[in-house]
């Protein structure tokens, strides 16, 4: 079975073909110090690297393509994206999602349960490498998206309804963190997790409290997995 990445690479190289400019070109325009960056894109196989925040976000317009097909697959090749749109995409790519997008990522309906995602938002975070989550006031998890599922070794459906200290390598901290959250409505840092195979991660989150009107506030979370940064900065301080 074709994964996410596999399925957004080849997305991104019928991208770059059918553009007019030069691969050279496109890097330049993308941000990159190192042309051949690009080609590590589009490799099929060993090698294969994805592209991340501000690049990531470039992408569409450079190749003149709609970035909401270009992450999800979904919708034509091309086609603008409202500002708003674009927006969210933009925060829910680079993990910089902040208040009112929280609010504009929450259902308006009650309908379908607790912690689940604003239909027309909900593909991009179901498609995100950036791991996403959604969690009630007292750190039980309600919805997750398949990159942090994957990243920690479970299926989703397992990790719904148990509680985020069943996934920290040092559980006493949920309490301390649904604190503050709690009285700040909002909290940022890095946490220690383990997958199901006893694997350490580091995680640079970003959750926000969302209060929809109709229903009780949650929490919705954002991270990406910095372990390897973590770990090349302690190698370069040995």
């Keep these: ?55 990531l976000l470039r992408l569409p317009g450079v190749l003149g393509v709609s970035g909401h097909w270009l992450l999800t697959g979904e919708g034509p090749m091309r086609g603008g994206e409202d500002g708003l749109r674009l927006q969210v995409i933009r925060q829910i790519v680079d993990g910089t999602i902040d208040d009112d997008t929280a609010h504009r990522l929450a259902k308006g309906s009650g309908d379908h349960g607790t912690g689940e995602l604003e239909p027309r938002y909900r593909d991009l975070a179901e498609h995100s490498f950036g791991l996403i989550c959604t969690h009630d006031l007292d750190g039980v998890l309600e919805w997750v998206n398949p990159a942090i599922a994957t990243l920690l070794g479970h299926e989703p459906s397992h990790m719904i309804g148990r509680s985020l200290a069943d996934f920290l390598a040092a559980p006493e901290a949920v309490g301390p963190y649904l604190e503050i959250i709690r009285e700040n409505r909002a909290d940022k840092g890095w946490i220690e997790v383990l997958t199901r195979g006893g694997e350490s991660r580091f995680l640079q989150f970003h959750n926000v409290i969302v209060e929809p009107a109709d229903r009780r506030p949650y929490v919705l979370g954002h991270a990406q997995d910095v372990t390897a940064l973590l770990r090349a900065e302690g190698e370069g301080g040995r």
């Design 1 to 55: 079975m074709m994964t996410l990445e596999q399925a957004f690479r080849d997305r991104l190289k019928q991208a770059v073909e059918a553009c007019p400019l030069e691969k050279r070109e496109i890097a330049k325009r993308v941000g990159l110090s190192r042309p051949g960056t690009l080609s590590t894109w589009l490799v099929d196989g060993p090698g294969f690297a994805i592209p991340r925040g501000q690049q």
